[in-house]
């Protein structure tokens, strides 16, 4: 079966860094875009990034641009997420998906979600 299994989170301070990543079986990994969500208590899931099957970055929240980076290694079926400059307000589950383009815009394919992984950033 589809399977999503983030890892990497954790808790830093303000500044720090953290890589997550993303396990997926299930399904041929390299013909999907592929994007981290992330949700914070209160709030709705967002969009951080998108990758193409070919591995370029979509859709990259304005909150998060110029620190994070989305990144897709097709050979070992992950995606990844290096979070730089870490901020109080990324404190969030995050998700990767499967996703789709429509136009200029991103959309998760929906029904398959790992666990997420928990990112706590606080003095």
């Known amino acids: 079966q589809v399977q999503l299994v983030e890892s990497g989170g954790g808790s830093v301070q303000p500044g720090g860094s953290l890589r997550l990543s993303c396990a997926v079986s299930?399904?041929?990994?390299?013909?999907?875009?592929m994007s981290w969500y992330r949700q914070a208590p209160g709030k709705e899931r967002e969009l951080v990034a998108a990758?193409?099957?070919?591995?370029?970055?979509?859709n990259v929240a304005d909150s998060v641009k110029g620190r994070f980076t989305i990144s897709r290694d097709n050979a070992k079926n992950t995606v990844y997420l290096q979070m730089n400059s870490l901020k109080p307000e990324d404190t969030a589950v995050y998700y990767c998906?499967?996703?789709?383009?429509?136009?200029?815009?991103?959309?998760?394919?929906?029904?398959?979600w790992g666990q997420g992984t928990q990112v706590t950033v606080s003095s």
């Open positions: 998906n499967a996703g789709y383009y429509r136009g200029y815009f991103y959309y998760s394919l929906g029904g398959y």
């Open positions: 299930g399904f041929t990994f390299s013909t999907y875009p």
């Open positions: 990758v193409t099957s070919g591995g370029v970055s979509t």
